[in-house]
């Protein structure tokens, strides 16, 4: 039982399969996976060359692996694939899947269909779409990704404050704007054409998996190709599979990851969100001493004042006998159901006034529960 513990562990960490993508699948164990990464064949439907205003032929995607009987057959495909990408999740788990107009909306139905939980559509904009030659509609000139969870009740992993911090304190939006695959980082063959027609840009692959995963995670990528997600995956220390069934495609992939050289843990280590920090009662501000009883708070617009007192609640000035936590006199003073004390009530330091939520990443380092420095406040009311 062991050495088959054993060998599965050294099975999942940083592999390329090379053979069917359901076959691969199904020789994974069940819940080994923290996020799926799939950009499957399109099913373009190609059925002559496109070619240029001056008749040469536009380098597209002619290739086997994207051609099927018809939209059924296609269809069964999919949903098969993607069935075994969710047995393979974490419970919290979560995947990712890119495509065109071509078969994005048949992805997303079989998503719904099979139980997973749809949390965003994104727009990848490129900034240098290919021309549309024919003038019969407009520039193609995006594609849509598709993030779910594995389940409605899945806690997914989203880093937001080191997303919001990486866009100038701004809320990353669901429009993304990058180039195509293009210059050096797209890989040639020997004659100088593409290695593989749909490579993706590895900056979006490395938003990715900023956003939704953390150091150590495994991430499987079911259409490896040339190895983008492997790559990235390996600068940012994430683990990866990889399932490519075309041997030549795997062969760039292996070279290409070895070349990639790992960020050091410093360089990789995830900004810290509220959802992960410790917990903090706001008793335990009081008793630390951070906030003293009797200071009194307000919330931000100044119309509600209260005081606190020394067992952690707080005390509705001009009101006697309304008392209760942070919380529920917060809900209580604003006619709600429900208030989130800590953004509610404010408290004024160095002539400003503060939420009280400040105060709690002091209370971490006085109790050895944070790496962070935080701020040190003054308080100049009572």
């Known amino acids: 039982m062991r050495s088959d513990r054993r060998r599965k562990k050294n099975f ?22 923290d996020l799926v990464f799939a950009d499957p064949p399109y099913n373009l439907q190609l059925d002559k060359d496109l070619l240029r205003p001056n008749n040469t032929v536009v ?49 997303g139905a079989a998503l719904q269909d099979l139980g997973f939980w749809l949390q965003n559509d994104v727009i990848w904009r490129k900034t240098n779409p290919m021309p549309n030659f024919r003038g019969r509609r407009f520039t193609n000139a995006h594609e849509t990704l598709i993030w779910s969870g594995r389940q409605q009740s899945s806690r997914v992993t989203f880093n937001y404050d080191a997303l919001k911090a990486g ?3 701004l809320q ?3 429009d993304w704007l990058f180039p195509i695959c293009s210059g050096p980082e797209r890989l040639k063959d020997s004659s100088g054409r593409k290695a593989h027609p749909t490579q993706k840009p590895e900056a979006i692959l490395h938003r990715i998996m900023i956003a939704c ?40 992939a292996e070279a290409r990851i070895k070349r990639v050289q790992a960020l050091s843990p410093d360089e990789i280590e995830p900004l ?46 001009g009101e006697a006998g309304v008392r209760g936590s942070i919380h529920r006199l917060g809900a209580e003073v604003q006619g709600k159901s429900a208030c989130n004390g800590w953004t509610f009530w404010h408290f004024e330091a160095e002539g400003k006034l503060k939420p009280i939520d400040v105060l709690r990443g002091e209370a971490r380092r006085q109790l050895g529960l944070s790496n962070l420095s935080a701020p040190k406040v003054i308080l100049t009311q009572k």
């Open 12 to 33: 999942l960490a940083n592999r390329l399969l090379v053979g069917d993508c359901l076959e691969q699948l199904a020789s994974l164990p069940d819940a080994s996976v």
């Open 59 to 107: 380098d597209g995607v002619h290739q086997d692996w994207d051609k099927f009987q018809d939209f059924a057959s296609y269809d069964a495909f999919c949903r098969a694939w993607l069935g075994e990408c969710r047995r393979l999740l974490k419970p919290d788990g979560a995947i990712w899947v890119i495509g065109s107009y071509h078969n994005i909306f048949r992805l």
């Open 167 to 169: 866009n100038d304190d």
């Open 172 to 174: 990353m939006r669901s």
């Open 213 to 252: 995963t953390n150091p150590g995670d495994v991430v499987l990528d079911t259409f490896f190709g040339t190895g983008t997600t492997g790559a990235v995956a390996k600068r940012l220390g994430r683990k990866w599979i990889g399932i490519e069934r075309d041997a030549g495609y795997a062969k760039d």
């Open 272 to 317: 810290p969100t509220k959802r992960t920090e410790p917990r903090v009662p706001f008793g335990t501000i009081i008793e630390l001493g951070i906030l003293e009883p009797g200071t009194r708070l307000v919330d931000e617009r100044r119309r509600y004042r209260a005081e606190v007192r020394a067992d952690g609640t707080l005390a509705l000035s």
